[in-house]
């Protein structure tokens, strides 16, 4: 059975930094392309970055760039995502998720991330 | 403005079918675009549907119904996602992507209410 489990989310004050982990099991993780979504409270969904099977390959979503970080561990089937310079609009609820030709197929349950003073 | 909208809500009643919209951003032309649409219940990860470019370039997301169905309108510039035969679990928030400028996009989403 594919899992997607994220972990690393909690409250964090305005300029401080988190690292999100997402640990996938049950499918052949180094075959697969990443995605990081998010969602704030209420709200629609808002990609955030994506990287390759490799780790070759990497995209983030303008508003993150320079302040998150995205990277794999490949040998031990681990996603991760490095938040810094976190702002209040950052609060939302992180998914990570698989691709294969653009299908977002499998989903953690998501990991939620508030930024407040 | 933004990339692909999406109308906030649509109503429609069991049994009937449902229309669901996603405009691209004028000077952004649908025909070149592989729209794909996710489904989204309260709590829960979002579920791929299914991908639609043309007739002949399409695909339905696994163990999804055949009910659900893409299509495009390209006078509106619009992808399309056509529920037919509408049941009760359809209703959910229903979002758009696409991969333009190097950035997987989402749509605002629609809320779709079976009543």
């Known amino acids: 059975e594919v899992q997607l489990v994220e972990s690393g989310g909690g409250l964090v004050k305005p300029g401080g930094s988190l690292r999100l982990s997402c640990a996938a099991s049950g499918f052949t993780f180094s075959s697969f392309s990443m995605n990081w979504v998010r969602q704030a409270p209420g709200k629609g969904l808002e990609w955030v970055s994506y990287?390759?099977?490799?780790?070759?390959?990497?995209f983030y979503a303008d508003s993150m760039k320079g302040r998150f970080t995205i990277s794999r561990d490949n040998a031990k089937n681990l996603l991760y995502l490095q938040m810094n310079s976190l702002r209040a609009e950052d609060t939302a609820v992180y998914y990570c998720?698989?691709?294969?030709?653009?299908?977002?197929?499998?989903w953690g349950q998501g990991t939620l991330v508030t930024v407040s003073s | 403005q933004a990339v692909l909208t999406q109308p906030s809500s649509l109503s429609a009643s069991p049994g009937a079918s449902a229309s669901l919209t996603c405009t691209l951003r004028?000077?952004?032309?649908?025909?070149?675009?592989?729209v794909y649409w996710y489904q989204q219940k309260p709590g829960s990860p979002p579920q791929y549907l299914l991908r639609y470019k043309s007739d002949s370039d399409k695909q339905q997301g696994s163990g999804v119904p055949s009910r659900f169905s893409g299509s495009k309108d390209a006078s509106a510039n619009s992808g399309i996602l056509l529920i037919s035969g509408l049941q009760s679990e359809d209703e959910a928030d229903y979002y758009c992507?696409?991969?333009?400028?190097?950035?997987?996009?989402f749509g605002g989403g629609t809320k779709l209410t079976v009543l």
């Open positions: 004028s000077g952004i032309n649908v025909g070149t675009y592989m």
């Open positions: 990287i390759s099977s490799s780790g070759s390959y990497i």
């Open positions: 998720a698989t691709e294969a030709q653009g299908e977002l197929g499998y």
């Open positions: 992507m696409i991969w333009h400028g190097s950035a997987w996009v």
